[in-house]
């Protein structure tokens, strides 16, 4: 029995420095090999983790250096919105009439749609706010009131936030797609809409436009997509901006693929107008005029409709909802929508700008967090110019912890690599910040950004990984 004691005395040696090595020791290592690699000889890389229980930092490098956070920065958005919005915060959408209703069912009048800035209005995240519910209460509504014929139109009444905006430093080649679809006070389906493509028989022939999943005949959709080779995927990009009534395609659509590919929709306001004038045409309760927009007025100079009779008020989901979808699945508009509606609670203002200042001002406040720290330009993170510093990330992610709706921030997070945290991709930017609980039972809030990184991302997201894995 002896003899093998004293080889057992010698692993033992061997494994307990390295099981007793400090945390932050493995972090320091693992952040040396990831800084040192080929893929970021010209980029950069920088980290904070913080001990949730003490607020100690555990391990930092360049965490006072402004990177660009690609997603991360919904977290932001999103937890500002909850101290200053609240968790239960809802935005109201009403459907009126204006004029009077004659003894034939004649309205001498227009339909109103007015909004407050609800990203989620049509959306197909929740049952109850669907296009086709939607609708159908709409139409419902306005037969309840006698209404079987009217003589003016349906009116989308975007004012609250000066119509459709996209916010500035958005790029020509996001705008055109879903997820850089613009914000207004009336959004309308995400403000997007789908595409289905019919490849060509062989790589480089072009590909034709089998059907959309909503009518937006309005708009013309120029098409110069060809077909790419067997399994490459999805390389469509749609090119417009607010108010283009020309969607340009173009990039290469795989052979063999079979996926919808969805296209932001230039005016959300107009588009619900749209489809609330079909959907009356189809119950028989015909209009006058076209369907419009109260931005669209004011540019002609008419008049715009004010006051009225509400026949129909919708609430959205409540912010913790909302913001589920939005970290879920990373859903921009909901972020741009949100930034807007905290600069219009705090101070009444609904620019893009407003918002981002405000954002800064808050967690400043709050926080003591250098306004160096936060260069915010959006509520989502799709703006290249946005610069946040991996110190100011951790700190805000660690405050949240002792909030009452914590848990359903927590909760809106997604999983990756067996931790809880939101990710941040945009060209050469790859970003986390999250939680996790270290073996030993220490909590721990993270954020780690990555810039100008060279080589894929899959390869890169590998490296991080590793790196985070430290931390378990």
């Known amino acids: 029995m002896k003899q093998f004691v004293l080889p057992i005395l010698a692993i033992l040696c061997l494994v307990s420095p390295a099981s007793a090595q400090p945390i932050s020791q493995k972090i320091a290592t693992a952040f040396s090999t990831l800084e040192s690699h080929e893929s970021l000889a010209n980029g950069m890389a920088a980290i904070t983790v913080i001990n949730a229980n003490t607020g100690e930092v555990v391990f930092s490098k360049n965490d006072k250096l402004g990177m660009a956070p690609a997603s991360t920065l919904k977290t932001v958005t999103a937890s500002a919105a909850y101290h200053i919005l609240g968790a239960e915060y809802s935005f109201e959408t009403t459907l009126s009439y204006t004029g009077k209703i004659d003894a034939t069912g004649t309205l001498n009048g227009d339909i109103v749609i007015r909004g407050s800035g609800d990203p989620s209005l049509g959306s197909d995240r929740f049952p109850q706010t669907t296009d086709t519910a939607l609708l159908a209460a709409w139409v419902q509504a306005i037969r309840a009131a006698g209404i079987r014929k009217i003589e003016g139109t349906v009116v989308g009444d975007d004012r609250l936030y000066s119509g459709q905006t996209a916010p500035r430093g958005w790029t020509w080649q996001d705008m055109g797609n879903y997820y850089g679809a613009g914000v207004s006070a009336l959004n309308w389906r995400e403000n997007s809409v789908g595409v289905n493509f019919i490849p060509g028989r062989a790589s480089d022939a072009s590909t034709s436009i089998a059907n959309t999943t909503a009518d937006i005949s309005y708009l013309q959709l120029v098409n110069e997509t060809v077909t790419g080779n067997r399994g490459t995927g999805d390389n469509v990009y749609a090119f417009a901006a607010p108010y283009s009534s020309r969607i340009y395609l173009r990039g290469t659509y795989g052979i063999d693929l079979k996926k919808t590919i969805y296209l932001s929709i230039p005016d959300g306001a107009y588009d619900a107008a749209y489809q609330l004038h079909h959907a009356l045409e189809q119950a028989h309760i015909s209009q006058m005029g076209t369907p419009t927009t109260t931005h669209l007025l004011l540019l002609a100079g008419s008049e715009v409709p004010n006051g009225g009779t509400i026949l129909h008020t919708h609430r959205s989901p409540t912010l913790s909802e909302l913001v589920y979808w939005f970290n879920q699945k990373s859903v921009n508009l909901y972020g741009e929508a949100l930034l807007k509606a905290i600069a219009f609670q705090m101070e009444g203002k609904t620019d893009t700008r407003d918002g981002a200042e405000k954002l800064r001002d808050f967690w400043a406040g709050k ?78 809030v993270f954020a780690l950004l990555v810039n100008n990184y060279q080589g894929s991302a899959q390869s890169m997201r590998k490296r991080m990984f590793r790196l985070l894995d430290t931390l378990k």
């Open 367 to 444: 926080l003591g967090i250098a306004p160096g720290e936060l260069k915010i330009f959006d509520g989502s993170g799709l703006s290249p110019e946005n610069r946040i510093t991996t110190n100011a990330l951790a700190r805000i992610m660690a405050s949240l912890r002792r909030e009452p709706w914590f848990a359903s921030f927590h909760e809106s997070l997604p999983t990756y690599n067996g931790m809880k945290m939101k990710s941040g991709t945009i060209g050469g930017v790859l970003g986390y910040t999250g939680y996790h609980t270290a073996k030993d039972g220490t909590p721990l």
